[in-house]
């Protein structure tokens, strides 16, 4: 052959062309229409959040990499996807330096002294949002009036999130609510958690790419779903319904883009199941009876504590016969 | 019997609208080259170097009687037998001959009936002096997989064991993996042949259930479904799934039941598979009572548009055919002896091609795929995709980190080596790579054990 030397390397000598940069792209993809939504709601200030968010978790991961001696791979999408989700759970009107902060945490506590993408315990995302939380609870409860740009009247029939609302009045507060409002987005909120439909989109795409697979989703809403119906069916005037809980808070955007995350949650599909089933059920024993307002990041948290242990739920083996036919 | 579920994989992919016609090309090699290494143990040259041979002569054999022999195709003298390179990417001890006249061919029908009339032990130990190798790797040889209960023994000393008798035999006409099509070819203008193929073969191994395995959506002429209805033989189609070609597989498919693993043999189960290009060889060495010298070969050049399916005399060096067929001025970054999925990657192309081998790929620049040092990023694709149930992250890293008794226990031995894991991993892990790795250091363990 002409050529002095030829490559060697073991089987399949092929790939599927999937890299972690198209499966980061896809999740950015993915949540696009969430964030219009919020841009469509809450205006420029919402954009300005994102992008400082964004940003500082690039400079972030680029200079971590460079201090620690690592290779810098910002291109593969994983650092702009980790600040894009943090920015989407805060609200558009917290000052500037919130999103800074909680990006440099995401990215130094909750990726990259773990050893980088896949390698974390916890979603970092949720690491850097929790921080804030803690830290900074009431900067962060600032939530403002939904504002539509063009086509919609501004939700009035609450002045705080749906959850707030019902920790704070009861279900008399909203119970008023059209489910609309919820599914459009016209609802006082974080910028990327209040619109269902645009969630539902996004979510729609990154299960046709194959980047997720359904299990952790649906495991997650109906779990949620069930609880929320049975409580209410034990004491309505408590405890309010399945679909409530379902479309209020961020029960969509923690099914979709939170909880599957690479490295946090389990890889076998009993495990996935497990984990689905786990986070619906924490999340609403936090939200019914927990002193936090929001049930889920928590939920989400504790239950990746537990991921390795879930991924013991192992598929059958083909070939482990202990008796033959 | 029943049909199991569809095994998880990659879509083979659509046929091609014209399948590569098999050429019968003019080749006349100058050198052959044969391996004495096998799965089953290493052959003893009966030659010596500097001694004449013949067309049919053997030039090595199993001493334990597992192992096919080596026959030679064509009339020449032994240049030596020394190390060469082999398929495989291993060295091992071959036979060169130089070659004096053109191959053996196969020869249309000069049969004279009389093989109808041997019984099934007959008809097996003329097989297992045919010389017949295959590209699938089995637990056992071709001979001892067919054999009924009742042949005596091999001298090996771990002789198979073939007291069971066989309930199913299946005869494989899908590709092993995307991108050969020649089992789907050999359906096709044939049908008698392979419809008394089939018989011969049901014949010999006393099978129950005889059942021809094809790919769904592939087109059987009717003439082929009257020969094989009227025999008794059924078709059965599988999905359209990459590995449903892989023994394990294609038995779970279509009997159900699962071949006890680490150990891989069909046998335990009662069932035997046999592809269709490797039937025909024996159907016709019975026959025409002269051992297959050709194999049927498809070397594909992606990034010339080439795609052919070669007759080619077994033993040929790889760089001798390209020479033949004018082909040395390609653009190549990696030579694979074996197919795309399931084949080895050489570093030079003075490598024999074997029977075992039935696809050459040469890869350009631009079709170039190469393995990144990445840490696992445990997206779990490969775990939804491997057809064995099995978690290759979790093996993959612990061979990386050299605990290979733990990889063992999370069965690595079970993996049957498609390569889906790999072919679908985000940060193109060198997943069969360390897989190998691991079983390879296992051996090693066990046999310094000893």
Redesign the interface.
Known sequence: ???P????????????G???K??MWDFIIALLPAVFAGWFYFGWSALLILVLCVAAALLTEVLYDKLVGKSIDVANGSAIFTGLVLGMLLSSQVPWWIPIVGALVAIVAGKELF?????NPFNSSLVGWTFLALSYRDILENYPMPNPKFLLEAGEYLAYPAIYTLKDSGVDGIIDVPWRDYLLGNVPGEIGTICVIALLLGGAYLLYRRVI?WHIPVFFIVTVWVFGYATSLIDPDTYASGTFHVLGGWTIFAAFFLAPE??TS???PGGKIAYGIGCGLLTMIIRLWGSYMEGVPFAILLMNAITPLL?KI????????KE?? | MKNGKKPKG?PLGRLPSSLPKPVRVEIKPKRLVFPLQTRWGTLRPLVKPGGDVSAGQILAQDDGGVAPPILCPCSGKVMGIRPWATAS?SQAPAIAIQCSGSPMPQTATKDDGGWKQLDAQSLIKTVMKMGIREPDSYRWPLAWRLAQPGLPPAQASWPPDISRPIEYLIINAIDRQPGTSLREAALSGRETEIADCISLLERVSGARNTVLAVKKGQPISDSLDTELGRRGIRIIMCPDIYPVALE??LV?YITG??????E?NSR??GAAVVDVLTALKVYRAIRDASPPTLTLVQLSVPSANMDYQLWIPEGMLV?EL?DQLQL?????????M?G??????????DVPITAEVDSI?V?GDS?????ENN???????C??SC?????P?EITRSCEYENFEGAEKK?LF?CI?C??C???C???R?M??LI?FGKQEIYRMRQSEQ
């Open positions: 052959m002409k050529r030397h030829l490559y060697v390397s073991s089987s399949p000598h092929l790939h599927s999937k890299t972690v198209c499966l050893g980088g993408l896949g390698n697979t690479f490295g389990p890889v076998t991924d192992r598929p059958r083996v083909v070939g482990r016969v033959i036919a | 990659i990417g394990p597989l779970k039941r699962e071949i006890p693993m680490p891989g335990m189960i760089s390209l040395t001025g390609i653009n190549a970054s990696k030579l694979i074996g795309p999925f399931l084949g080895y990657a050489v570093d030079s192309s790929v890869q079709e170039l795929f190469l393995y840490p696992c990023i445990n997206c779990g694709f775990v939804k057809p064995m149930g099995l978690l992250n069965f079970y080596e390569g889906i790999a072919y679908v985000p940060a193109k060198p069969i790579h190998r």
